[in-house]
């Protein structure tokens, strides 16, 4: 069974740059046709899909944060990390990594597995 933790820090200063890793156990992150998200949870708002990374590879990002954001992977370690440039308060919000089964940008995402989020504020 697939297992996802998040680690990062839990404050980051105005536009400085965030960064999260994302720990998987259970499955390797090379594993065909899966798919490792990122997504976010502003506080009163709905989840954001930020953005994910193939088991081949091949990133993909929301067009309204893709000049900000970058995911990358360690295959050794199992894991991927986001990196969010520039950050402002608005980017406060409980941060999720996910394994999908397809691209899902939107919507409900059948068979998706989540970490337990991890909160970041953005505050100086």
Known sequence: QVQLQESGPGLVKPSQTLSLTCTVS????????????????PPGKALEWMGAIASRG???YSPS???RTSISRDTSKNQFTLQLNSV???????YFCARDLGLITTGPAP????????????SS
């Not at 259970?26 to 949870?41: A, D, E």
């Not at 068979?111 to 953005?122: A, I």
């Open 26 to 41: 259970g499955v390797s992150i090379t594993s065909n046709s899966l798919y490792w998200s990122w997504i976010r949870q």
């Open 58 to 60: 091949s990133t993909y």
């Open 65 to 67: 944060l893709k000049s």
């Open 88 to 94: 402002t308060p608005e980017a406060t919000a409980v």
């Open 111 to 122: 068979g998706r597995e989540w970490g337990q989020g991890t909160q970041v504020t953005v």
